[in-house]
Each structure stands twice: as C-alpha cells, then as structure tokens.
C-alpha cells in the first residue's frame, strides 16, 4: 500500500505542478572573477538575537538542480561564496520559526528574485525569523475512541482570482493515541480540518465488486470544532511563539459511494490494463487534500471500482507509463447521493497545441 501511495503523490506532482524538462550541463562554467558572494546574518524578529543553525539556500533559476547552502555561526552569520551569476530563489529556515524568502516583508507575501551580476558582491544582508506557533489536539469518534492515520490541516483564508478561498499550509498524520501537532505555523487565524484515509479500500484489484451496492458508511471531513461544512469552521487565532493544545475534533460516519468504469488505451488499442486511476478532491485556492482513492487496472476488460468514496467535487485520474513515456487522461466528476457507474476514461498520445503569448505589446509566437 505504502509503494502505491508513493506512486500516486509522484504522479500527482507529474500532472499538477508545472514540470521542468531536463537540460544538459552549461558549456562552460562561469569565469573565477565573474563569481559572486552573499554574506549576512540571520536573527530574531524579537529582540535581535542571532541564530545558529539556520540553513540559509540558493537555488538557480536558471538551472533548477543546482543549488547551494550553508549553516550560520554561532553569531548567526553566513558567507556564500564562488556563486555563478543569474537568477536565484534565496531561501532562510530554522526548527521553530517560520521559513522567510528573500524579498518577503510577510510571512504571506512572495519573494522575490535574486537577481546576481558578475562578480556582485552582497552584504551585510538580515533576515529577521519569526518564532513558530503550534496547533495541537486529538481526533476521535463518536464513541470518544482516538482515530490514528487521520489527515489534519491548517489552512488559511486567501484571496485567489478575486474569490476567498482557503490555502493549506501545513499537514500530519495523526498517531495511534489519535494526536496531532501542526507546527512551523507563522501567527494568525487558521481553519483547521480532518479527512480519514485507513477506512479506504483499494479497488481494482481483481476482485469482484458485484453486490457492493449496499449501504456502506466512511467519515466525512471534519471541520474544528466538529463539522463538515466549511461554512460553519470556527478559526483558531494564534500568536508568534504560541501552542495551543487540547483543539479535538470528532469525526462522524456517513454513506459513502463506488465510482466504476472502464479504461480505453488508444496507444495499444486494447483495454487499459496496468493503467492508475486515482480521485483526487477539486481543490479552490491553494487548497490541498490527501485522498487514498486509488485503483490499479488488472482486469482484462479496463474495468476498475473505487470504493469508500465521499460525496464531493473530484477530478478522476488516469495515468499509464510505457518504455518511458508517460500518458494521461482526467476527468471532473461529481458523486452526490448514488454510485457513479459508467464511466470511461481514454489513455491516448499528447497533441500539439499552437498558440502565442502576449507579453505587453509584444507577441511571442511558438508551438507548444
């Protein structure tokens, strides 16, 4: 189960973020005079004191597996050295505070590149770290018993293309006493949720699912203090520094749902055996929820069943790899009150899209 957990987050990253193509090393490196140097020191937000330990890291934009990074000194300084001219993402964390971004006045706001000349030299540069606060708590059900391996969440309310949505910043498993502990939190109100994954059964995998159409129950996401709808969540506000312990959250059974069809490959033209399907929760904003719904096609006719489905917003997802090659499919879905049945999902080979970007005045032309 875990090697197809691991499978499914791989490719969700595949399909969900945008992926960077392989390049060669550059021809030749960049001249020793034209190197650059970053020094500075890394402190406290309150009171100034320095920190040791801090990891302090670059990492190329020109060149996305390439990046360097140093620890600071007692005195909380740092020296980066011999560092090639370009385009950097500079990065500062330490175990209890919030991580900051060259360039952010908030822990919320973005950064901003780091922009290097030949033989620049920077100094005397400061980042001011805030203390992390902790949300800590149990999940339980409706008996008061603890529920080990539930999903729990921080989440905060962000503006996304001029709608309020939530934006998870941070995620852990509960243990087997039914606790948890969101740490690394920067202050401010947080939404915090639950989602129950070790109830989820793994479909397609050869048995028969004919008479699976009775009644089954799961637990619903739950929302602090204890509900499942969104709109009711009560935020949790939290200071620089603070922990706040004993937030429990019971979870309730409701009726869950099959989601059945069949996969096509157009590639081999025959049935889409060998093929992962998986549903994954349609996300508003920045917000990201783990689902353990997930099937590998063995069947010889493509067929495959998800069980222990939710009713919700999902997007279904096919993904199939030959000699190299990745091939995919998706398609949104909405489970209400009943199985879905029927569906068909088709693996076939990329197109070209043409198109052009506009940037400002100018129009940049390409086949993409």
């Known amino acids: 189960m875990k090697a197809l957990s691991l499978f499914v987050v791989s490719v969700l990253a595949h399909l969900f973020s945008y992926s960077t193509c392989a390049q060669g090393s550059k021809g030749s490196s960049a001249l020793k005079e034209d190197e650059c140097k970053i020094s500075g020191m890394v402190v406290k937000l309150a009171g100034g004191e320095p920190l040791r330990k801090a990891k ?31 385009r950097y993402n500079m990065f500062v964390s330490r175990s209890g505070f919030v991580s900051q971004e060259y360039g952010q006045r908030k822990p919320e706001d973005p950064g901003a590149i780091l922009a290097l000349r030949p033989s620049q030299e920077m100094n005397d540069l400061v980042f001011r770290l805030i203390p992390s606060a902790v949300i800590s708590g149990r999940i339980l059900d409706e008996d008061g018993e603890p529920l080990a391996s539930v999903m729990v969440s921080a989440s905060r309310e962000v503006y996304a293309g001029g709608k309020r949505a939530l934006a998870t910043l941070n995620q852990v498993s509960t243990n087997d006493l039914g606790e948890y502990r969101l740490f690394g939190l920067a202050p401010g109100r947080y939404i915090v949720s639950a989602i129950y994954l070790q109830g ?42 603070e ?18 069809g069949h996969v096509l490959n157009l590639v081999t033209r025959k049935p889409g055996t060998e093929v992962n399907v998986f549903l994954t929760p349609k996300r508003t904003g920045r917000e990201w929820e783990f689902s353990n719904h997930q099937a590998f096609v063995q069947k010889k006719d493509g067929s495959f069943d998800i069980s222990e489905v939710l009713p919700g917003s ?16 998706r398609l949104s879905l909405e489970v209400g009150n009943g199985n879905v049945d029927g569906l068909s999902l088709t693996i076939g080979p990329g197109v070209n899209v043409n198109g052009r970007i506009i940037l400002g005045r100018q129009a940049q032309y390409g086949r993409h």
Do not use: C
């Not at 302090?56 to 011999?82: E, I, M, N, P, Y």
């Not at 922990?243 to 059945?260: A, D, K, P, T």
């Open 56 to 86: 302090v890291q670059l990492q190329s934009l020109d060149d996305r597996t390439h990046s360097v990074s140093v620890v600071t000194d007692a005195g909380g300084r740092f020296v980066l050295k011999g560092i090639e001219p370009g």
């Open 200 to 241: 989820g059964r793994f479909g397609g995998n050869g048995t028969d699912s004919e008479g699976a159409d009775s009644e089954e129950h799961g637990y619903a996401k739950m929302y602090y203090p204890g509900t499942p709808d969104r709109s009711k969540a009560m935020s949790i506000a939290i200071k620089s520094g």
């Open 243 to 260: 922990e706040i312990s004993s937030m429990e959250i019971f979870m309730h059974q409701v009726l869950v749902y099959h989601v059945r």
């Open 314 to 329: 999902y997007v279904l997802v096919g993904a199939w790899f030959d000699e190299g090659k990745a091939y995919s499919t």
